[in-house]
């Protein structure tokens, strides 16, 4: 049995180690907020927080993740409510939005650490890849969230 905390709620999981944790939140929590992109690491559509810090959960296997605890998009707020959600909407930022919820926590821990980044933080820190080009209004959204976080 493997122990998880997600969205601070336990579990106990009997499923192989080597397992992706975007599997285990999708298929065996059910929480689809996480999404699939690439599966090697490199779109970002599938980050979650792994002790606060921004991971690529299709390259983080179960095993990595035990007794850590993971923060999805489901459970960053219980409203909607946390600054950078209101900012991607206040913004407009989401087209299509299947990449939306990894952004959104990929900033999260972005302001975490920096909570007044420049352009050059954001191009450095947001390596998250937007299919629809959303990266003007992404920009424009973290600033505000870093405003609201702030305040």
């Known amino acids: 049995m493997i122990k998880l905390r997600v969205n601070g709620i336990d579990h106990e999981l009997d ?8 599997w285990v939140l999708r298929d065996t929590l059910n929480l689809t907020g996480t999404k699939y ?6 779109c970002g559509a599938c980050t979650v927080h792994l002790n ?32 950078v959600q209101q900012a991607w909407i206040e913004q407009d930022v989401p087209q299509c ?3 939306q919820s990894g952004q959104i926590m990929a900033v999260v821990a972005l ?10 933080d ?3 820190y947001i390596t998250n ?4 080009g959303t990266y003007p209004q992404i920009r424009r959204a973290v600033h505000e969230a870093a405003r609201k976080w702030r305040s």
């Open 111 to 120: 302001l975490k650490q920096k909570s007044n980044p420049t352009d050059e």
């Open 15 to 22: 499923i192989d180690p080597e397992t992706p944790l975007l």
């Open 97 to 99: 939005g299947y990449c």
């Open 122 to 124: 954001i191009d450095r």
């Open 52 to 83: 606060g810090q921004a991971v690529r959960s299709c390259k983080t296997t179960l095993g990595q993740a035990a007794n850590f605890d993971v923060v999805t998009i489901e459970g960053l707020s219980e409203h909607r409510d946390h600054p």
């Open 37 to 42: 992109g690439c599966g090697i690491a490199q």
């Open 129 to 132: 890849i937007c299919r629809c």
